[in-house]
């Protein structure tokens, strides 16, 4: 199971950038997958998580009203649209899958999730 993390770069405060994450080795399209980050020297934080369904989303208050999390079940893939881009976002973000299908238990924190992404890295300028 591996999960590719994409999308990350370098943009000044207020753009914009797309985060992708392609899973492959299984389907996840029962489980909820997430978003988190993590800033050097802090805990890796959530950000968004999406139902297996896609119906349902959920953000962290830091986020929310600028950034929106989708998913591609046809595609095994997950999304992060990022706009109004601030300093403080500036993090190595990663993608994950959560640990029990067809439940949103736990999905706010790193202990909800199995499988990780190698995280790709999103700088902001001010």
């Known amino acids: 199971v591996q999960l590719q993390a994409s999308g990350g770069g370098l943009v000044q405060a207020g753009g914009s950038l797309r985060l992708s994450c392609s899973a492959s080795g299984r389907t996840f399209s029962s489980y909820t997958m997430g978003w988190f980050r993590q800033a050097p020297g802090k805990e890796r934080e959530f950000v968004s998580a999406v139902t297996w369904s896609g119906i349902s989303t959920f953000y962290a208050d830091s986020v929310k009203g600028r950034f929106t999390c989708s998913r591609d079940n046809a595609k095994n893939a997950l999304s992060l649209q990022m706009n109004s881009l601030k300093p403080e976002d500036t993090a190595v973000y990663y993608c994950?899958?959560?640990?029990?299908?067809?439940?949103?238990?736990?999905?706010?924190?790193?202990?909800?999730?199995?499988?990780w992404g190698q995280g790709t890295q999103v700088t902001v300028s001010s």
């Open positions: 994950a899958v959560a640990r029990l299908p067809r439940s949103i238990v736990g999905i706010t924190n790193v202990q909800g999730y199995d499988y």
